[in-house]
């Protein structure tokens, strides 16, 4: 009660108090509000990149290779999305180029890491690198 009863005391003096209060208190909105949406593209990147790592995998895990399909795959992604990130692959745990055609057997485990570097400018410009890792179990039997 005291509270509301100050801040309505406020509101109403006849001092020009309120006035100060009320600019300083849409200044310290305002910043909010540009520091939000300053931050905002980062979470949107980093949700872009989980999709793309987990699509990337998942094509790797149907087609049991790395090379044309993925690279196609990752193609259409980055006209869709228009992030173009860093890939690495790797397979058992060795890295794999994605231009060779690596062909994975039943049950091997392969992983992609997606990588993608940001900037943020409020009060300064920070950068730093995004990444995204996905792993699957591939689902197809070489022969």
């Known amino acids: 009660m005291k509270f509301r009863k100050k801040i309505k005391d406020n509101l109403f003096n006849k001092k020009g108090y309120s006035h100060i209060t009320s600019i ?6 305002m910043m909010c509000l540009a520091c939000f949406m300053s931050v905002t593209p980062v979470f949107i990147t980093k949700f872009s990149l989980d999709n793309y790592a987990n699509e990337l995998i998942r094509e790797a895990e149907i087609s049991g290779i790395i090379g044309t399909e993925t690279t196609d795959r990752l193609e259409r992604l980055n006209d869709l999305k228009g992030l173009y ?6 397979v058992k745990g060795t890295d794999v180029s994605s231009s060779s055609n690596k062909k994975i057997n039943l049950g091997e485990e392969v992983s992609v890491t997606v990588s993608k570097e940001i900037s943020v400018s ?3 410009e920070w950068e730093f690198t995004l990444k995204s890792t996905a792993t699957g179990l591939s689902e197809v039997y070489w022969k």
């Open 85 to 90: 990130p860093i890939v690495s692959w790797k």
């Open 122 to 124: 409020f009060f300064g």
């Open 24 to 29: 300083i208190g849409f200044l310290i909105l």
